[in-house]
């Protein structure tokens, strides 16, 4: 009888042993289940996310850019902090001259990468409209730093803010060491030569990248030089004259094959025109002329990002949009 009562009381302790392992084994079932779900919801997220920010790119490639905006607006909803599309914000608010609202977006894109050149470009030029020209050379004055070419606009943003003998300095450093561009001369003469010019005047002597579309145009054409060409493609694409940046872009690759910024703005015309699989082709082509220019390389994979998008292509579209922001986090 004792014997019996002894297994009786091991069969209840097996039971009761039995039953909590079988409840801690439903309880991490429960919890791996949770865990699943949770990272489905926010692969999910993620997803959306990409899908609203491609769209946004899609729409500012081809000018509709309040359709961008509504777009990255569906991104805020997902994600409330991001750079980048904090600075897609920038750059569209930008384009509609909502220089304000441009300014908030891409002050905020900046806070969370304050050395990115790109991001530092746009607040400059958004300074710039808002006449707020001493944070401009602030900035620009950062820039400078990375950017070799930017000599034109850090005079230009001295004279503005009344520093005169810091825009002479410039001028005298280049002359010394024989690098004044084309640009600066009109500067040069006004500020150094002692000629009769004014600075009002210099304005009239307008370099290249000052210059009118129809300006630009009938200097090349007299004179078939990339210093005027890139200038001209610059505006092209800028004014959204995407049939003339075609036909100017093609021309230039057969005058300056190994200049990939001619390639990048003829894929920049394709893509607009959804000539996606020939903008490709033409990326392709011009990426093997980069040669360390971190920000067209960059350029470049974002056209080809949108490429891949307009073929329907996402995952090849999100490795070349990955590519793009790493990039621009080296800056």
Same mark, same amino acid.
Not at 27 to 54: H, S, Y
Not at 281 to 287: I, Q
């Given at each position: 009888?004792?014997?019996?009562?002894?297994?009786?009381?091991?069969?209840?302790?097996?039971?009761?042993?039995?039953?909590? /392992? %079988?409840?801690?084994?439903?309880?991490?079932?429960?919890?791996?289940?949770?865990?699943?779900?949770?990272?489905?919801?926010?692969?999910?997220?993620?997803?959306? /996310?990409? *899908?609203? $920010?491609?769209?946004?790119?899609?729409?500012?490639?081809?000018?509709?850019?309040?359709?961008?905006? *509504?777009?990255?607006?569906?991104?805020?909803?997902?994600?409330?902090?991001?750079?980048?599309?904090?600075?897609? $914000?920038?750059?569209?608010?930008?384009?509609?001259?909502?220089?304000?609202?441009?300014?908030?977006?891409?002050?905020?894109?900046?806070?969370?990468?304050?050395?990115?050149?790109?991001?530092?470009?746009?607040?400059?030029?958004?300074?710039?409209?808002?006449?707020?020209?001493?944070?401009?050379? !602030?900035?620009?004055?950062?820039?400078?730093?990375?950017?070799?070419?930017?000599?034109?606009?850090?005079? !230009?943003?001295?004279?503005?803010?009344?520093?005169?003998?810091?825009?002479?300095?410039?001028?005298?450093?280049?002359?010394?060491?024989?690098?004044?561009? %084309?640009?600066?001369?009109? $500067?040069?003469?006004?500020?150094?030569?002692?000629?009769?010019?004014?600075?009002?005047?210099?304005?009239?002597?307008?370099?290249?990248?000052?210059?009118?579309?129809?300006?630009?145009?009938?200097?090349?054409?007299?004179?078939? %030089?990339?210093?005027?060409?890139?200038?001209?493609?610059?505006?092209?694409? *800028?004014?959204?004259?995407?049939?003339?940046?075609?036909?100017?872009?093609?021309?230039?690759?057969?005058?300056?094959?190994?200049?990939? /910024?001619?390639?990048?703005?003829?894929?920049?015309?394709?893509?607009?025109?959804?000539?996606?699989?020939? %903008?490709?082709?033409?990326?392709?082509?011009?990426?093997?002329?980069?040669?360390?220019? !971190?920000?067209?390389?960059?350029? /470049?994979?974002?056209?080809?990002?949108?490429?891949?998008?307009?073929?329907?292509?996402?995952?090849?579209?999100?490795?070349?949009?990955?590519?793009?922001?790493?990039?621009?986090?080296?800056?």
């Amino acid at each position: 009888m004792i014997k019996r009562v002894k297994h009786i009381i091991v069969l209840c302790f097996m039971s009761i042993s039995f039953l909590g /392992f %079988a409840q801690q084994d439903s309880l991490a079932n429960a919890l791996l289940v949770k865990k699943n779900i949770e990272e489905i919801q926010k692969e999910q997220k993620e997803l959306n /996310f990409e *899908t609203f $920010f491609f769209e946004a790119l899609q729409e500012k490639a081809i000018g509709n850019f309040e359709k961008a905006i *509504t777009a990255l607006e569906n991104c805020q909803n997902i994600k409330k902090e991001d750079k980048a599309m904090f600075f897609e $914000f920038g750059k569209n608010y930008f384009e509609l001259e909502k220089y304000p609202e441009a300014e908030a977006y891409t002050k905020k894109a900046l806070h969370q990468d304050s050395d990115n050149l790109f991001i530092q470009l746009l607040l400059r030029d958004i300074y710039n409209k808002l006449n707020n020209y001493k944070d401009a050379l !602030t900035l620009q004055k950062k820039i400078a730093e990375k950017n070799e070419d930017s000599e034109l606009e850090l005079v !230009t943003l001295y004279i503005k803010n009344n520093q005169i003998d810091n825009a002479k300095q410039i001028l005298l450093d280049l002359e010394k060491k024989g690098t004044l561009s %084309a640009n600066l001369i009109p $500067f040069k003469e006004s500020l150094l030569d002692s000629k009769s010019a004014s600075l009002e005047e210099v304005a009239i002597k307008k370099p290249f990248e000052k210059q009118s579309i129809e300006e630009l145009k009938t200097a090349y054409q007299s004179e078939k %030089a990339f210093k005027i060409l890139k200038p001209l493609l610059n505006k092209l694409n *800028t004014n959204k004259r995407y049939l003339d940046l075609e036909k100017n872009s093609r021309d230039g690759l057969e005058l300056f094959p190994a200049q990939p /910024f001619v390639y990048l703005m003829n894929a920049t015309a394709l893509n607009y025109t959804k000539q996606y699989q020939k %903008a490709l082709v033409v990326l392709e082509s011009g990426l093997d002329y980069i040669v360390d220019d !971190t920000l067209l390389e960059a350029d /470049f994979y974002e056209q080809m990002s949108l490429s891949y998008k307009g073929l329907n292509k996402n995952i090849k579209a999100s490795e070349y949009y990955n590519k793009s922001v790493d990039l621009n986090q080296k800056i």
